[in-house]
């Protein structure tokens, strides 16, 4: 069996974890990074000291462009700022602020084009089930649906996009990252990009979610 990869890393829990999973099932990961204009470059920095970690190889895809042609997303707009959730409120519904019109379909797409260069023909990406009543291209339909249009588009039957979180809670990955003795420390979820995680950023509310449903001890340092 073929066990070349493609996967889109963030730096985050989600992506991490399954970059821990491929290599624990013996696949050789290239992990594609995407500079797309986002307001701070921390992630960028956790996915390096991670594949550095891993000894797996990291390209840095600058896409930056794209800002100017996507607006008003809380993630790259300097003019919508990121809302801040107490933690008596319900953190979701500001997710829809941070939500980069066809993002997904924009880095799955380089992504194929990048693996079918090198022959490989499976990309992996880390979306889960949490974020489909956010993120429309996070849903498994989309997945589905965009891994056949990319098969007719490069006339490869084996081509295969898979996202083995998609069924999955936010929760369950931490458990499985647990289990696969992922350093969390050295993940990154913040959307504010400072020293340590606000806190109370919605992304930073969801990972205090997962880690507290999950019943496992979040080492992340909190300003909040």
Not at 109 to 131: E, P, R
Not at 178 to 191: A, G, I, K, M, R
């Amino acid at each position: 069996m073929d066990k070349k990869a493609v996967l889109i890393g963030s730096g985050g829990i989600d992506s991490t974890t399954l970059l821990y999973k491929l290599m624990d099932e013996g696949y050789r990961p290239v992990v594609l990074t995407f500079l797309y204009g986002q307001k701070h470059g921390k992630e960028i920095q956790f996915v390096k000291n991670t594949c550095n970690i891993l000894k797996v190889q990291n390209i840095t895809i600058d896409i930056t462009g794209i800002k100017d042609l996507i607006k008003g997303s809380a993630l790259t707009d300097s003019k919508v700022d990121i809302p801040e959730v107490p933690e008596t409120t319900e953190f979701y519904d500001t997710l829809r602020t941070t939500i980069v019109p066809n993002r997904n379909s924009i880095f799955l797409t380089l992504a194929v084009a990048y693996a079918q260069s090198v022959g490989c023909n499976h990309i992996f990406f880390g979306v889960h089930f949490s974020d489909r009543g956010v993120y429309p291209d996070c849903r498994k339909e989309f997945i589905d649906s965009f891994q056949n249009s990319q098969i007719l588009a490069n006339d490869n039957k084996n081509l295969r996009i898979s996202a083995p979180f998609v069924d999955l809670d936010k929760s369950d990955i931490v458990k499985l990252g647990n289990d696969l003795n992922v350093p969390f420390e050295n993940t990154w979820s913040c959307y504010k990009g400072k020293k340590n995680h606000c806190g109370v950023c919605s992304s930073c509310r969801e990972r205090k979610r997962a880690f507290t449903e999950a019943g496992i001890t979040d080492p992340t340092i909190y300003n909040n």
